[in-house]
């Protein structure tokens, strides 16, 4: 027999610490877009805790104390490439995530495959302190004579002409960031994804009038509530953070 959720019909149902702070979403239209980045891999971390069934979780506890009005602009590094960059403490943690879901115990001394975070890549570790530039570029060559043969990764330029089809020369077409930017600002995304993840939690299910008077009264009723709601669901992924993150690293580059 299916979960039954209490179904809620009255703001004043809603979580004191949504209904009471009116200005807990204030910070959003001028923090800077590493902080923006940062609290949204939050929610997406507290999306993947509830499909995990962790109903408890820091990410959650976080968002329900609202330490999103506190700006850190430290939480993403300065510069984030399209295909190089360093790890971050929410990179880390999803990654861990992951690893646990595909091997219950990671230290077995059979596990040694490689991970790949995604198919074509994988994670080193660079010793900084020890090596020169000259040196790291030289251990990196080493590694990836040895690594590509192994996964049978072929970078561009070592793939054979035959081997490429027509269709892979042609360049990706960058994407435009802005306008899902602008909606993470002012689109009450945040704002129904926190509803919506406390539900969840709760075991609640929120109607359509009631969420739409909590988010934003003025601006949705049911049906433009439900369609904001669906949005938001399509933003809470990894591939949503990422896209976020180069965003960030381009804005480095370029200021």
């Not at 104390?65 to 971050?88: C, H, M, S």
């Not at 077995?108 to 080193?124: F, L």
């Not at 539900?199 to 109607?207: D, L, M, P, T």
Request: glycine content about 6%; proline content about 4%.
């Amino acid at each position: 027999m299916g979960l039954v959720m209490a179904k809620i019909d009255d703001v004043n149902k809603l979580p004191k610490w949504f209904r009471e702070d009116k200005g807990r979403y204030s910070w959003l239209r001028d923090c800077s877009l590493s902080h923006l980045a940062g609290q949204w891999t939050i929610r997406v971390a507290a999306f993947q805790d509830l499909e995990e069934g962790k109903k408890n979780s820091e990410h959650l506890q976080h968002i329900y104390d609202n330490y999103g009005a506190f700006e850190d602009d430290d939480y993403f590094p300065p510069y984030k490439g399209d295909v190089i960059w360093p790890l971050v403490s929410s990179d880390i943690l999803l990654h861990a995530r992951e690893i646990s879901t595909l091997n219950p115990d990671p230290f077995d001394e059979d596990n040694v495959a490689i991970y790949q975070p995604r198919e074509g890549s994988i994670i080193i570790n660079i010793a900084l302190a020890d090596l020169t530039d000259t040196e790291v570029i030289s251990q990196i060559q080493l590694l990836l004579d040895h690594v590509r043969p192994k996964l049978n990764i072929h970078g561009r330029n070592n793939v054979k002409e035959k081997d490429v089809t027509p269709h892979k020369h042609k360049a990706k077409k960058k994407k435009n960031m802005a306008p899902q930017i602008h909606k993470l600002r002012t689109g009450g995304i945040f704002e129904c994804m926190d509803l919506f993840l406390w539900a969840e939690a709760n075991g609640h299910e929120i109607k359509g009038d009631t969420f739409a008077v909590a988010v934003q009264p003025n601006r949705f009723d049911n049906k433009t509530i439900s369609a904001q709601l669906a949005y938001a669901k399509e933003m809470v992924t990894e591939r949503f953070t990422d896209l976020l993150e180069l965003e960030i690293g381009k804005q480095n580059i370029n200021s």
